[in-house]
């Protein structure tokens, strides 16, 4: 790693321990009632009416058996009314590229993988999944994977400090108060971010326009749908799963060095701030604090060990004589160079998110990094 590296990395560090303790108060906030968090007067009405439709006491709260039994119910249907929609999604609206409904065996893989927030895609997005499918069946999942996910971690801390309690807290009053007080507001500040900086958003279908090079191809088709709202979520609740086949390596989804940026410290936004919010829980701030450092010790081991090795090309080049003078630049993206893809792809694997904006099978010891990092990211 060279200087300018290592001072982009300090800085990434730097903002995400910045942000770690307001976070953590926030989700404090937002998962114990420790004060108001101010959007009340937005979402507080519709917080309201979600308990009472769902006959919901959002006073009383769950054993582990209740929550977890509610964890699995939800979860269980959410994912089977996914399975029909993409099964049916050619009989539905927001089809403006007339894709036909997906395989039954392409569904369920789908429906099952989103649910779990592990958004393992056997699908081209762009030429796969219509409108409606991406904004309400997957886009639905990453918010309330993402809360269920929150959720239990907040369930585990309660356990942990509780000495004598034999309640867990409610999983519809966690499932609701993180979307409407938490993923919902960040989402919607995340997507006009990346909308302003070249994201599309609309309802458009494909659109065919001339190639600037006709000797390459004659024609380019350009689609079009709801991208920002689904990256800001991909991306703040650590679920990876992208709009586009390309993931964050393709322009619509991640145009310039800024929103790489962005959207690698919003990875780990919410996951920097739960240590916090385990340091108050347990009235020790300096514990919450220890977490953060280890894992912050093996990331920047990590970012550094593949940085490395990416900078280095590969020596197998060298007798043929195509080594580059610049390091290993196959599978990555001009815009973001080695060192901006080889810490979003630490960050997406240290926690366990999946979003890559480089090609993680072109990286020379970068998959090693990873395969070390994930299950780290999982355990913390």
Not at 42 to 57: A, S
Not at 102 to 125: K, P
Not at 177 to 186: A, E, K, M, S, V
Not at 299 to 319: D, I, K, M, Q, R
């Amino acid at each position: 790693m060279n200087t300018l590296d290592w001072i982009l990395l300090g800085a990434f560090v730097t903002a995400l321990a910045v942000l770690t303790r307001p976070m953590g108060a926030y989700l404090a906030r937002v998962l114990d009632r420790q004060g108001r968090t101010g959007l009340e007067p937005v979402v507080g009405g519709i917080e309201r009416w979600t308990y009472r439709l769902l006959r919901i006491d959002p006073d009383a709260e769950q054993g582990w058996k209740a929550y977890a039994g509610s964890l699995l119910t939800f979860s269980g249907v959410s994912a089977g009314l996914t399975f029909l929609l993409l099964r049916f999604q050619h009989l539905l609206p927001l089809n403006p590229a007339g894709l036909p409904g997906l395989s039954a065996d392409l569904a369920f893989n789908t429906a099952v993988s989103f649910m779990t927030n592990t958004d393992w895609q056997a699908y081209a997005g762009e030429s796969t999944m219509s409108h409606l499918s991406q904004m309400v069946a997957l886009t639905f999942h990453n918010f309330t994977s993402a809360a269920v996910g929150i959720g239990v971690a907040a369930a585990l801390v309660r356990g942990l400090t509780r000495s004598s309690a034999t309640t867990l807290g409610n999983f519809w009053v966690d499932l609701t108060r993180i979307t409407y007080h938490l993923l919902l507001p960040l989402s919607l500040v995340f997507a006009l971010f990346l909308v302003s900086h070249g994201v599309i958003q609309n309802f458009d279908g494909p659109q065919t326009v001339t190639a600037l090079d006709p000797a390459v191809t004659n024609r380019v088709v350009i689609p079009g749908g709801p991208v920002a709202s689904q990256v800001a979520i991909k991306m703040l609740g650590t679920n990876g799963g992208g709009f586009f086949n390309a993931n964050a390596a393709h322009p619509f989804e991640n145009p310039d060095p800024l929103s790489n940026w962005v959207q690698m410290l919003s990875i780990f936004l919410i996951g920097s701030g739960l240590t916090h919010y385990l340091g108050r829980a347990t009235r020790n701030p300096g514990h919450g604090w220890s977490v953060w450092g280890a894992m912050m010790l093996l990331f920047v081991a990590g970012v550094w060990a593949c940085t490395t090795a990416e900078s280095a090309g590969n020596p197998l080049h060298t007798p043929l004589g195509v080594a580059a003078t610049d390091g290993h630049m196959e599978g990555k993206e001009v815009r973001f160079g080695i060192f901006g893809s080889a810490l979003f792809a630490c960050i997406t694997s240290a926690a366990s998110c999946g979003a890559v904006n480089a090609m993680h099978d072109s990286l020379s010891l970068g998959p090693v990094v990873e395969h070390f990092l994930r299950p780290l990211g999982r355990t913390f």
